[in-house]
């Protein structure tokens, strides 16, 4: 089967007038699938040949834009990141709404110390990053969701933060189930109390077991062909074309916000499974200024090790303190080679990897806290980390860190650190006093998929 190769053409530019006239089509990473529309791909999720999916071409976000970011609302840019992507399957007024309500919260860079910002993601309904995507993405499938006859069921495994935002995501979306199965006493309480208080059609899933048993009982319903006649079934994993794409938004923010026009900032990522900072480098590709881009992981140090000697051997995952980041496999990376034709040494131009183990994680957000009186969550601080050391190499670059959720999210981890209480925000404390809902089911597929089947 032929397959363009991305070409980095403007295709799009409203304010120059230039509009390209091609219709996005992405194409599977393993090449063994046809090619879709963003339609398809979202409902899909994963190509059938197993591969992601990737656009056909890189479209140029316009260049005012990208050099002065800070002239434009946060909805324009959004709008205009997407609809290069999106116009053959969702009117402009259409985008418009759906961006406006997935960027209707605050992204604030907070100053740390003189060279170093953080970029505060948690500001949304779940306070972690994935809201963005999540939101983007249910607004999607939900208008996709008209043109199917029966209702479609979202069915999600999640270690921690994707089931809330997820669930947050689709709270009253109608047509719509979200079935999510969450490993028993594996996740944070406020972790679980997200999943518990979603809303009528949300429906969580205790699973006597851990992430991989719930891993392998959705895989298990997406190839039973007998499951998929009677229901449709969709993935919100973070693979997810319309959970991937949105995730730009906010390095433009980060540029709206950044005080030092003339220098851009190194941008410094924690990393599990690669979507974040895939975005990142897909925003840089797409016009937007950042110097250079750092994916900081924890003991998890599979592409670390890859850059340094182009050899990719995925692991079994080691638990960690910043626990959303403990992938030994990392889904999107396939992405990043993909979006750098597979050329190890332009990745390394635009990108470092570092690890840091939870000795060092847990020594420097002490520091941090008491040094700058600012108090970053595991997963920020390991980017923090990450930004520091490079930095230490570069003494004349300032840069940024994505602080990636909410540290009461973490709560308990967190005192123990600081020896001290956090405070529970008004959000979560609202999510007390809502009904909780929740069923308990052994670690097997059969029981899985008759609560599926009941739902029709
Ligand atoms: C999911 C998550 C990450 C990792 O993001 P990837 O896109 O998987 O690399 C980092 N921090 C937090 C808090 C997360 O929830």
Request: proline letters at 7%; aromatic letters at 10%.
């Given at each position: 089967?032929?397959?363009?190769?991305?070409?980095?053409?403007?295709?799009?530019?409203?304010?120059?007038?230039?509009?390209?006239?091609?219709?996005?089509?992405?194409?599977?990473?393993?090449?063994?699938?046809?090619?879709?529309?963003?339609?398809?791909?979202?409902?899909?999720?994963?190509?059938?040949?197993?591969?992601?999916?990737?656009?056909?071409?890189?479209?140029?976000?316009?260049?005012?834009?990208?050099?002065?970011?800070?002239?434009?609302?946060?909805?324009?840019?959004?709008?205009?990141?997407?609809?290069?992507?999106?116009?053959?399957?969702?009117?402009?007024?259409?985008?418009?709404?759906?961006?406006?309500?997935?960027?209707?919260?605050?992204?604030?860079?907070?100053?740390?110390?003189?060279?170093?910002?953080?970029?505060?993601?948690?500001?949304?309904?779940?306070?972690?990053?994935?809201?963005?995507?999540?939101?983007?993405?249910?607004?999607?499938?939900?208008?996709?969701?008209?043109?199917?006859?029966?209702?479609?069921?979202?069915?999600?495994?999640?270690?921690?933060?994707?089931?809330?935002?997820?669930?947050?995501?689709f709270a009253n979306v109608p047509?719509?189930?979200?079935?999510?199965?969450?490993?028993?006493?594996?996740?944070?309480?406020?972790?679980?109390?997200?999943?518990?208080?979603?809303?009528?059609?949300?429906?969580?899933?205790?699973?006597?077991?851990?992430?991989?048993?719930?891993?392998?009982?959705?895989?298990?319903?997406?190839?039973?062909?007998?499951?998929?006649?009677?229901?449709?079934?969709?993935?919100?994993?973070?693979?997810?074309?319309?959970?991937?794409?949105?995730?730009?938004?906010?390095?433009?923010?980060?540029?709206?916000?950044?005080?030092?026009?003339?220098?851009?900032?190194?941008?410094?990522?924690?990393?599990?499974?690669?979507?974040?900072?895939?975005?990142?480098?897909?925003?840089?590709?797409?016009?937007?200024?950042?110097?250079?881009?750092?994916?900081?992981?924890?003991?998890?140090?599979?592409?670390?090790?890859?850059?340094?000697?182009?050899?990719?051997?995925?692991?079994?995952?080691?638990?960690?303190?910043?626990?959303?980041?403990?992938?030994?496999?990392?889904?999107?990376?396939?992405?990043?080679?993909?979006?750098?034709?597979?050329?190890?040494?332009?990745?390394?131009?635009?990108m470092s990897s570092f690890s840091?183990?939870?000795?060092?994680?847990?020594?420097?957000?002490?520091?941090?806290?008491?040094?700058?009186?600012?108090?970053?969550?595991?997963?920020?601080?390991?980017?923090?980390?990450?930004?520091?050391?490079?930095?230490?190499?570069?003494?004349?670059?300032?840069?940024?860190?994505?602080?990636?959720?909410?540290?009461?999210?973490?709560?308990?981890?967190?005192?123990?650190?600081?020896?001290?209480?956090?405070?529970?925000?008004?959000?979560?404390?609202?999510?007390?006093?809502?009904?909780?809902?929740?069923?308990?089911?052994?670690?097997?597929?059969?029981?899985?998929?008759?609560?599926?089947?009941?739902?029709?």
């Amino acid at each position: 089967m032929p397959y363009l190769r991305y070409k980095n053409s403007p295709c799009w530019c409203s304010h120059c007038g230039t509009q390209l006239n091609f219709k996005m089509k992405f194409y599977s990473t393993n090449k063994q699938a046809p090619l879709v529309d963003f339609r398809e791909a979202t409902i899909l999720g994963q190509a059938p040949d197993k591969g992601l999916y990737f656009p056909e071409y890189i479209p140029a976000v316009p260049p005012s834009m990208c050099t002065n970011p800070g002239a434009y609302p946060k909805a324009e840019i959004a709008f205009e990141i997407m609809y290069p992507y999106t116009k053959e399957v969702i009117s402009k007024s259409e985008l418009q709404d759906i961006v406006q309500q997935t960027v209707d919260f605050k992204f604030p860079l907070v100053p740390v110390n003189e060279q170093v910002f953080s970029l505060e993601l948690f500001h949304g309904p779940t306070m972690a990053f994935k809201d963005v995507g999540a939101r983007f993405m249910s607004r999607c499938l939900a208008k996709f969701g008209q043109y199917i006859d029966s209702r479609i069921i979202v069915l999600v495994a999640t270690s921690g933060d994707t089931g809330g935002a997820v669930a947050a995501g689709f709270a009253n979306v109608p047509g719509i189930d979200v079935v999510i199965l969450y490993p028993s006493k594996k996740v944070s309480e406020i972790q679980e109390l997200q999943l518990l208080t979603g809303g009528e059609n949300i429906r969580a899933l205790e699973v006597i077991g851990n992430f991989d048993d719930c891993q392998r009982l959705v895989k298990q319903a997406f190839a039973d062909k007998d499951l998929c006649q009677q229901v449709t079934i969709s993935s919100a994993n973070s693979i997810n074309v319309a959970r991937w794409l949105p995730q730009q938004f906010y390095y433009f923010f980060a540029l709206q916000q950044w005080p030092i026009i003339e220098m851009p900032p190194v941008i410094s990522v924690p990393s599990g499974n690669f979507g974040n900072i895939c975005a990142g480098l897909l925003a840089k590709k797409s016009g937007l200024a950042v110097s250079h881009f750092i994916a900081a992981c924890n003991s998890n140090d599979v592409i670390p090790r890859f850059l340094v000697d182009g050899n990719y051997s995925a692991q079994v995952a080691k638990a960690t303190l910043s626990n959303a980041m403990d992938v030994g496999d990392p889904s999107n990376f396939v992405r990043i080679l993909e979006l750098y034709q597979h050329n190890l040494n332009a990745l390394k131009k635009d990108m470092s990897s570092f690890s840091f183990d939870d000795h060092l994680t847990a020594s420097c957000l002490k520091t941090i806290y008491s040094q700058y009186a600012y108090l970053p969550d595991p997963h920020g601080t390991i980017g923090f980390l990450g930004l520091q050391k490079y930095l230490q190499q570069h003494p004349e670059e300032k840069g940024i860190f994505l602080e990636t959720a909410h540290p009461v999210k973490f709560k308990q981890v967190m005192e123990q650190l600081i020896d001290q209480d956090i405070e529970i925000p008004e959000q979560v404390q609202n999510l007390f006093k809502l009904p909780q809902r929740k069923t308990r089911i052994a670690p097997e597929y059969d029981i899985l998929k008759s609560l599926l089947l009941e739902m029709r």
